[in-house]
Structures are given as C-alpha cells and as structure tokens.
C-alpha cells in the first residue's frame, strides 16, 4: 500500500506502478495535469526482486512521491 504523488509534471499525464517482472496495467494510478500536484491511495504487489516499477506516461518531465504506508502478509498457515 502506498500513497503515490506526482508533482510539477511539465506535461499532462498518467503514472502507472505495477510489479517488476509484469505487464504494465492499462489503468493509472495518478491521472494529473500540467503543473498540478495530484496523489492517489495504491495497493500494489510486489514482483521480482522485491520491486515495484513506476512509468510517467507522458511527454514531459515530473517528480514523483512513494509513501509506504502499509503491507499485507500471508496468514498463518
């Protein structure tokens, strides 16, 4: 679980986290506008070497935030 930031994208735009070894989603996770700070709540797996893989869909350039914010565990067996 994580909240995802994006700020001072140059462009418009969508930013996409999924795990490492995946396809990458058609769905967003942050849909923003030039210029604008937008955040959005995302649970996502973890995939090959621990990894969660971000893409800025867009033509221009942006800073990007992760805050953990939590993680699920298996349950007792």
Do not use: C, R, W
């Amino acid at each position: 679980m994580a909240n995802l930031t994006v700020t001072a994208p140059t462009k418009t735009g969508v930013l996409t986290a999924h795990p490492n070894g995946s396809d990458q989603p058609t769905a967003s996770n942050v849909n923003y506008v030039a210029g604008e700070t937008a955040t959005n709540h995302a649970i996502v797996g973890v995939g090959e070497y621990g990894l969660v893989l971000l893409f800025n869909n867009s033509s221009g350039h942006t800073h990007v935030i992760v805050d953990q914010a939590g993680h699920f565990i298996a349950a007792a067996s």
